[in-house]
């Protein structure tokens, strides 16, 4: 039986008892590479991308965000959060106002087309979240957001 401290360093790099498939960020990058795959292939199928599927998604679960907190839960900088936003407008799925307690502050929400395309990627994609979640509890679930959660918030922020 390997040691407590053997058994930890089995998950750094630098530890001569690494290995890969014990190392978490392995499987995270695994599985963030096939998840962007699956979803760029279902959402190229309705004229949408994951940066604007995102944007999307994240003011549907906020309601009206400013580009910066979007640009916080897209993991994304702000120059180019502001130009897909601004193309999102172009194109009608988003409409932008100034912040009435900040006028240097731009406020999105959705429009009824960006609520329509939003169902629209919820029909192409629901076969995907489906599929990844399969044979997992809600407790599993939960437990594994709470742990990467966790991972994330050790994480220096920049």
């Given at each position: 039986m390997?040691?407590p ?15 890969k498939e ?12 096939r998840?962007?795959?699956?979803m ?14 995102r ?8 309601g ?6 979007i ?14 936003v ?7 799925l ?10 240097r502050?731009t406020?999105v ?22 599929e ?10 939960s ?16």
């Amino acid at each position: 039986m390997p040691t407590p401290k053997k058994r930890q360093h089995r998950y750094n790099p630098t530890s001569e008892h690494f290995k890969k498939e014990d190392y978490p960020f392995y499987w995270l990058a695994r599985l963030n590479g096939r998840y962007t795959m699956a979803m760029e292939k279902a959402l190229k199928k309705i004229d949408m991308d994951i940066p604007r599927y995102r944007i999307l998604f994240i003011l549907l679960d906020n309601g009206e965000s400013s580009i910066s907190e979007i640009s916080t839960h897209a993991i994304a900088k702000l120059s180019t959060i502001t130009k897909i936003v601004y193309r999102m407008k172009a194109d009608d799925l988003v409409d932008t106002r100034a912040s009435e307690i900040d006028g240097r502050v731009t406020q999105v929400s959705l429009t009824e087309p960006g609520r329509r395309m939003i169902e629209k990627v919820q029909a192409a994609t629901s076969g995907i979240i489906r599929e990844s979640f399969n044979g997992l509890t809600d407790a599993q679930l939960s437990k594994l957001n709470s742990t990467l959660e966790r991972i994330f918030n050790n994480l220096p922020e920049d």
